[in-house]
């Protein structure tokens, strides 16, 4: 199965980096060789572009990436290939979901991360980890003409699981809503999904899906893994996000990534199984 993978795509946190946002020596070794067996790389997260150029430098990437779970692509040097913005009366309709679930709201646009409170939760860590501020505005109205990703934030995992369901049924197949971790709800234009970003990548490298592996641990990354021909999952993902996978590697926190790439995609596998 391996033998035949001409892309991988890889899902960010939880996934390609350990909990706290490393890119491990043993995981820049795993995309040097993919590269050098001729087998094309790239990552896909809710991060918007400039979260991920750090990953980009360190892993030299050259092939398009996803942003935003695929509501914005772009190039290495972050230039914009395509991006899809929700539609300003879906993003209201969002916004007062996240309020109604007494979760906090942040605005992804084009070119900014918007929030009302600074030292709101996850703020800081979220700041950290993309690499650059938040804008502080009093009100999101002004700026709904150019929403990439709308986030419901909060640390009541049942409230932010509730507030999905809402906004699925508020917004019916107008947005894509689906939690990219058990405190965050991402909500991005129904084409921003991970499953779009397989089809869409697999169009823009002439590589049809069957050659594509996919690798993630939330709920989100099923749908790619739904739309490629390998599928695997993260150690520390779900047990249903597992159930769903081809493959189950070790947690990011035990070199799953690249232990991912070293057993199932550099070696030609033909049974379902867990890495070493």
């Known amino acids: 199965m391996g033998s035949n993978v001409r892309l991988l795509i890889a899902d960010v946190d939880g996934t390609l980096v350990t909990q706290d946002k490393v890119l491990t020596a ?12 001729g087998i094309a790389f790239t990552i896909t997260s809710g991060r918007p572009p400039l979260g991920m150029k750090m990953l980009i430098d360190q892993l030299a990437l050259t092939e398009p990436l996803a942003a935003f779970n695929g509501g914005v692509f772009v190039h290495p040097d972050l230039s914009v290939m ?26 992804y646009t084009d070119h900014d991360w918007l929030v009302r409170n600074a030292n709101a939760a996850h ?16 009100d999101f109205g002004a700026h709904l003409g150019h929403v990439a990703k709308i986030v419901g934030v909060g640390d009541d995992y049942a409230a932010v699981a509730r507030c999905e369901a809402d906004v699925q049924h508020d917004c019916g197949n107008h947005v894509s809503a689906a939690r990219s971790q058990p405190y965050y709800l991402d909500v991005t234009h129904p084409d921003a999904n991970k499953g779009h970003v397989v089809t869409t990548l697999s169009k823009a490298l002439s590589i049809p899906p069957a050659e594509i592996a996919t690798i993630g641990d939330m709920p989100n990354d099923v749908l790619m893994f739904q739309k490629s021909g390998v599928s695997i999952a993260m150690g520390n993902a779900s047990l249903d996000v597992q159930a769903q996978a081809h493959f189950v590697t070790t947690s990011n926190e035990e070199e799953g990534f690249a232990k991912a790439v070293e057993d199932f995609i550099l070696k030609k596998l033909e049974p379902v199984g867990k890495a070493s």
């Open 82 to 107: 395509s991006q899809s913005f929700v539609a300003p009366d879906d993003a209201a309709k969002v916004i007062q979901a996240i309020a109604r679930h007494g979760l906090d709201c942040w605005i």
């Open 123 to 138: 703020v800081a860590r979220e700041q950290w980890t993309v690499k650059f501020a938040p804008m502080v505005v009093p």
């Open 26 to 37: 043993r995981s820049i070794q795993a995309v040097s060789r993919l590269r050098s067996e």
